[in-house]
């Protein structure tokens, strides 16, 4: 079966521009999250949906970060202003479940750069 | 301040030998813990788990070890293939929650 999607592989962004990610998970999984991996690190957690609502909005660095599920489906990813820190592989990961005994399943990510 | 931290950030070892990745965390009340693998330009998949109640788990190849005393765990793969090569991360997680925290990987490199 298909597994979770993101487009656009890769964005590239000048300083200051608008960028939207988007993030398709497994079909029937109500749990997706966002996860941002700088280079050289892991992947650092963002935000957590549950269905359509956000419940955790906890690892968003700032307020230029906003994600959406509006139906409980696909997800996008919105960061306003970029800056180069930004600069990140953005994945998205869903799951059957909320909680963490219940595998994660990620996408192959989309690799920001902000020049 | 990382809670979960992969010390090596390399590591080379010849097919058919045992590779070993390690990892350790400082927060004691973490109680589940898992290994992913993660090949260039795709997302990290899922390898094996383990929850603090046990002390191992074992998958095939692959076994992980947990030492709640030194909080530590390791990822043994017996024998390794050049196809294991990529990186893998640990991370850890409190079970009836569903945050995970990532350590920065171990570029496993296996040697035909």
């Known amino acids: 079966g298909a597994g979770v999607s993101q487009s656009p592989r890769y964005k590239v962004a000048k300083r200051g521009q608008d960028v939207a990610l988007r993030c398709d998970p497994i079909s029937g999984h109500v749990s997706l999250f966002w996860y941002q991996q700088a280079l050289g690190q892991g992947p650092e957690f963002l935000t957590y949906f549950q269905n359509e609502a956000q419940l955790d909005k906890s690892g968003l660095p700032s307020d230029r970060f906003f994600a959406e599920r509006p139906e409980g489906s696909v997800s996008t990813l919105k960061i306003q202003r970029t800056q180069q820190e930004d600069s990140a592989v953005y994945l998205c990961?869903?799951?059957?479940?909320?909680?963490?005994?219940?595998?994660?399943?990620f996408g192959p990510g989309t690799r920001l750069t902000v020049t | 301040d990382q809670q979960v931290k992969q010390n090596s950030p390399s590591l080379s070892v010849q097919e058919g030998r045992i590779s070993i990745l390690n990892c350790d965390y400082t927060?004691?009340?973490?109680?589940?813990f898992l290994w992913y693998k993660k090949y260039p330009a795709e997302g990290p998949t899922f390898l094996i788990s383990i929850s603090s109640i046990k002390d191992k788990n074992e998958d095939g190849r692959f076994t992980v070890f947990l030492n709640k005393s030194a909080k530590h765990l390791s990822l043994h793969i017996v024998p390794s293939q050049p196809g294991d090569s990529a990186v893998y991360f640990c991370a850890a997680s409190f079970s009836g929650t569903y945050k995970y925290i990532f350590g920065t990987g171990t570029r496993l490199k296996v040697l035909a």
């Open positions: 990961a869903s799951s059957s479940a909320a909680t963490a005994t219940y595998e994660q399943y």
């Open positions: 927060n004691s009340m973490f109680d589940y």
